[in-house]
């Protein structure tokens, strides 16, 4: 089946009332791409460890996306836009309106182009809709990220799935904190620990590592909260693939909650913070057993 997706090139004042023209006509999953939510955004409160030099780059331009059946006529449209433009008490941008025929399962699925299995040792981590055939003694996660954090191939999940690799070797208790798709919990499980907990403090992703438990034939308890509201004891391993400022805060507890001798497994951490959670984690009691840098990020095995 194909569908007719249409393009509206606007400003950030108008791109609302263009969406709910697009809606008016039919289009179904309306999206807008406008660079100044993303100024908004770093205005807040947050604190952002990284952010991307080319997100800075404002574009006074909004595109307003949606798409509706290919042999729907656009002359509601271009009628809605004239009204628009003439009674609008803002600037409105050209509203200059382009359209492509796609497929609908690619509009919908057109994120997933850009997965692809990634290798780790023996683990690999496999999108869910790849057919992919295992070469012998390779452990395979099947992963669908959703939107959750967490697909193996940002460099801080592959700093932790390369540290867990090396560190399981069966049987351990485990718990992934902040755990986002899941992905560490299974493939913990996957390479033979003997049981997972994970939590995070976001439902998306408490549903999204569910979900990639069961899709993965192992059983996680997940559970939305921080550590002191999953950890039931403590842990052979503690996974932690968060931000700087979160892991400073939470080292404490970490230390709290790992058996002595445990391994802690951590990143999330960009290079220019590391000395700051190396002196935390240092401090709450851990020694340092390994360091790996992948780029712009750091993780860290502890002991």
């Known amino acids: 089946m194909k569908v007719k997706q249409i393009t509206i090139y606007t400003t950030s004042e108008a791109s609302e009332l263009v969406a709910d023209i697009l809606f008016d006509i039919g289009c179904e999953g309306v999206s807008i791409y406008d660079s100044a939510d993303f100024a908004t955004l770093l205005s807040s409160d947050v604190i952002w460890d990284y952010v991307d030099e080319n997100a800075l780059k404002r574009d006074p331009v909004v595109r307003v996306v949606g798409c509706v059946d290919e042999n729907a006529s656009l002359a509601p449209l271009h009628e809605l836009l004239d009204n628009l433009k003439r009674n609008c008490l803002f600037e409105t941008g050209s509203l200059e309106i382009s ?83 899941g992905i560490l ?80 497994i951590m990143s999330g951490v960009i290079n220019a913070r590391s000395a700051q959670v190396e002196q935390a984690v240092s401090d709450a009691g851990f020694t340092l057993a390994e360091k790996i840098v992948d780029g712009e990020w750091t993780g860290y095995l502890w002991r």
């Open 185 to 264: 919990a299974a493939a913990a499980l996957k390479l033979g620990a003997g049981c997972a907990d994970a939590c995070d403090i976001d439902p998306i992703a408490v549903k999204a590592a569910g979900e990639n438990a069961a899709r993965n034939g192992v059983n996680v308890r997940v559970v939305q909260g921080s550590i002191g509201e999953c950890a039931r004891g403590k842990y052979d391993i503690i996974l932690a693939n968060i931000t700087a400022d979160v892991l400073i805060s939470m080292s404490k507890d970490f230390k709290e909650h790992i058996k002595d001798g445990g391994a802690l």
């Open 99 to 181: 359209c492509n025929i796609v497929e609908a399962d690619a509009w919908a699925d057109e994120w997933k182009k850009y997965y692809s299995p990634q290798h780790y040792g023996k683990l690999t981590v496999v999108p869910e809709w790849i057919d992919y055939k295992a070469a012998p003694g390779e452990t395979v996660v099947k992963m669908d990220p959703g939107m959750a954090f967490g697909t193996g191939e940002h460099e801080s999940t592959r700093i932790c799935l390369t540290l867990l690799e090396k560190t399981v070797k069966g049987g351990e208790s485990v718990i992934d904190v902040g755990c986002g798709s």
